[in-house]
């Protein structure tokens, strides 16, 4: 992986609205994009992923789009709840991340109530 | 369930230390990766190795060595520890040849004064 722009840095939603994370890459071999949610003074944990032959992938509330061509992806969050307050990393890789990943800047999702 | 520990949840040393920062997991997993997490900056591939003494130079290897001379171990080598070194850094392994989820230790929070 090379580049991975992240956007935006902080958003603020209300509980039960969506939010979108949205991500853009630079290396036309990606093939491997995950989505790590990090809470407060934890470890990045793995939510969802979607690999290059996907465009679409739904995990309840969760769901991750896909666009090749475009060379971006975004993280949906639907009816969000005070436990999705976190900070989010989208990642790329070549080689399906056994070569590591690259990570955007991160998102920090605030929910208010 | 996947166990990633790390040494040390808080390390404090002096600027031209040697530092040894050590990673164990109990999944058998063939890939291990070093990555540091600084504000605003997301996580950075330091190192990664997919196999017993074999390593890779991530995105930010410079003043960082590795040995992995067992499976479930990767040791991360500050060889004269730098005040901008003082990051916090997080260990991670995967499966396989094609990697798929990095499952992350809790990291250790470095502090080179």
């Known amino acids: 992986g090379e580049n991975v722009e992240q956007h935006p840095s902080t958003l603020s939603v209300q509980e039960g609205d969506s939010a979108v994370i949205k991500c853009t890459y630079s290396?036309?071999?990606?093939?491997?994009f995950p989505w790590y949610k990090q809470e407060l003074g934890k470890r990045p944990q793995l939510i969802i992923d979607?690999?290059?032959?996907?465009g679409e992938k739904k995990d309840q509330r969760i769901a991750v789009t896909l666009n090749k061509t475009a060379k971006h992806f975004s993280l949906h969050i639907t009816e969000t709840q005070p436990e999705d307050s976190a900070v989010y990393f989208c990642?790329?890789?070549?080689?399906?991340?056994?070569?590591?990943?690259?990570f955007g800047k991160g998102t920090h999702l605030i929910i208010q109530p | 369930d996947v166990k990633v520990t790390q040494s040390s949840r808080y390390l404090v040393k002096r600027t031209g230390e040697k530092v040894f920062l050590e990673c164990v997991q109990d999944?058998?997993?063939?890939?291990m990766f070093w990555y540091r997490q600084d504000p605003g900056l997301g996580l950075r591939l330091i190192y990664f190795?997919?196999?017993?003494?074999?390593?890779e130079k991530g995105d930010i290897p410079e003043g960082y060595s590795v040995s992995r001379e067992k499976k479930e171990r990767f040791s991360l080598i500050l060889e004269s520890a730098s005040t901008n070194q003082t990051s916090m850094y997080l260990c991670?392994?995967?499966?396989?040849?094609?990697?798929?989820?990095?499952?992350f230790g809790p990291g250790t929070r470095l502090t080179v004064t």
């Open positions: 991670a392994s995967s499966a396989g040849l094609a990697g798929d989820e990095q499952y």
């Open positions: 290396d036309s071999a990606s093939n491997y």
């Open positions: 979607i690999r290059s032959n996907v």
């Open positions: 990642a790329e890789a070549s080689g399906g991340g056994a070569d590591g990943l690259t």
């Open positions: 999944m058998d997993h063939e890939n």
């Open positions: 190795s997919y196999d017993v003494k074999m390593k």
